[in-house]
């Protein structure tokens, strides 16, 4: 990997991923750990710390920048992390002791946010000046670039496409409210809707159950995908429900946005891709017309070096352009 | 009024209004005619030269451009109207024939564009790069102003906020879709919901169709309005289920988006502005924390002449970003 290069941290609530990033979006070197989130802030940052020096040292020369992406909001100005609920943070001046520590110039954003920034930069969205990402993993989270730009709204938060309300008398959220799109389609939902399915109905959820080794609280949005996939009435129709509620929301997205490509991916995404279709059908009977034709749906292409992508990118292209974050 | 001045047009179903602005987003002397639908795009454009020669003339001075609002997809390269369904109009190239009759530079865009154009700029917006403005009359339309530009969206199409769904098994909406926030909450869907109401109940719903002369068809929300000023039962009730949804639509609109200021305005919201401290309580209740904390929920303070004030004003500022429109 020639020219320069930033390093790239994904922080999520199981494991931390460094890479060296170069301006091509290229990943060489990487680290991997587990996210340390009893030991609390400190033992993270001693964690990103530990990882950005040896990727430096075997490097042998010194990065342009870091990038952190993380699960929580952001302050746009200081890249503080004023709360993040899976690690426990509230108010961890992370860029400041990132910074201070390394003496390199760092950017903190919001992880759903970076992976956005890499499959805009270097993915699916690559040549476009308004995209928007819907990423389905346990919770639903994504980004939007609109003429060029990252969305990031007042307070930093804009994006937060999981909390659309696509069912107003629909199942409680997580936030507190009730169908959002979220809580009808994102991977905790899904298992929260097939739980209540086999209760109502043991027989016909013998199967999911057996594959979840017998315990109900086990069934997963994985195990659903898999007894999809040998055809199991329930879990079918769990996922019909799902790309109903999916393309629904993207509905919504599509008309208020006007995207030029709409990007999906995340774990769910990507364990059943006959989502995409139902997205693209749903679109097709159900956005405005002008909407629809200006917009192509496509899978996205980073996987889940996205974040670390995205998050180094950025670290490289920041200084040409403060607002991106 | 001094300095220089444009030709705000803003262009309705029913009536053109056409006034000189200024920079101060002033208004001055101003023309309203009928519009003639039936007369076709031609007849609609000659009354449009008129007014402007008509401005120029008592002005004493030329104009520095003229702005044009109008509802329907605008071109956003060649200022063409590709599709105004209140008009009939497909494909007239409205801003090329107003420049060749007056040889004044114009601007073509969308009415509710307008109108947010000259909230912003001149209205409740003023001062904030993050608002999103969302007007509620017969139907539902709105525009966003997102980091400082307002969002156009990959084909000129962004900001159809009437078309986001709220439940997406709810009620047909004009657009092909179900449950959309205008299906829900604008005010021919008020009248729809009312109707439904009094068929089901003719006793209860006695105040609103004597209201209405006697004509179940006749209801209008103008009608459900004042009936509920009086205390009709089934007229809070209309405007109880109308104000749930539009809550609901502004969570979305507020986590999506997260804007600084949410101004609601339009025929509905005027007749009804307790549907603004509605939406306040909702937010409060459903949006989420961070994105609920940026934001402040205001009247729209332009009243009807906030496209005229923004096509207007669109017209004096186009020459230094292009990309506003």
Redesign the interface.
């Known amino acids: 990997m020639k020219g320069p290069w930033a390093v790239g941290v994904d922080v999520g609530a199981t494991k931390i991923e460094a890479a060296r990033v170069n301006l091509g979006g290229m990943v060489g070197d990487s680290i991997r750990t587990a996210t340390n989130v009893s030991g609390g802030p400190k033992a993270i940052i001693a964690d990103i710390l530990e990882a950005v020096r040896t990727l430096t040292e075997r490097a042998g020369s010194d990065p342009a920048g870091v990038g952190a992406g993380i699960a929580g909001?952001i302050d746009r100005d200081t890249g503080s992390v004023?709360?993040a609920p899976n690690l426990g943070w509230r108010d961890v001046p992370l860029r400041a002791d990132l910074e201070e520590a390394l003496g390199i110039d760092t950017v903190v954003t919001n992880d759903v946010r970076a992976a956005t920034f890499g499959e805009w930069l270097h993915g699916a969205g690559r040549g476009?000046?308004?995209i928007v990402c819907v990423y389905v993993g346990t919770g639903i989270g994504g980004g939007?670039v609109?003429?060029g730009?990252m969305?990031?709204?007042?307070?930093?938060?804009?994006?937060?496409?999981g909390?659309?309300?696509?069912?107003?008398?629909g199942p409680p959220c997580t936030?507190?409210?009730?169908?959002c799109l979220e809580a009808l389609a994102g991977g905790w939902a899904l298992a929260r809707a097939a739980r209540l399915m086999i209760e109502e109905d043991p027989k016909g959820g013998r199967t999911l159950l057996e594959m979840a080794g017998g315990i109900t609280a086990d069934v997963s949005a994985e195990t659903i995908a898999r007894a999809a996939k040998k055809g199991d009435a329930m879990a079918l129709r769990l996922l019909e429900d799902a790309g109903?509620?999916l393309a629904?929301?993207c509905?919504?997205?599509v008309?208020?946005?006007?995207?030029?490509r709409l990007i999906l991916g995340g774990g769910v995404v990507d364990g059943v891709p006959e989502l995409i279709d139902r997205v693209r059908r749903g679109l097709d009977?159900?956005?405005?017309p002008?909407?629809r034709?200006?917009?192509e749906v496509v899978p996205a292409v980073l996987g889940p070096i996205a974040g670390v992508v995205g998050a180094g990118s950025l670290a490289l292209h920041i200084r040409s352009d403060q607002?991106q974050a």
């Open positions: 909001q004023r709360f476009y000046n308004d939007v609109a003429a730009r969305l990031s709204g007042c307070t930093n938060t804009a994006g937060e496409i909390h659309i309300t696509i069912d107003l008398n936030c507190g409210n009730r169908g109903r509620a629904a929301g509905v919504s997205l008309n208020a946005f006007n995207p030029c009977q159900r956005a405005l002008a909407a034709a200006g917009v607002g």
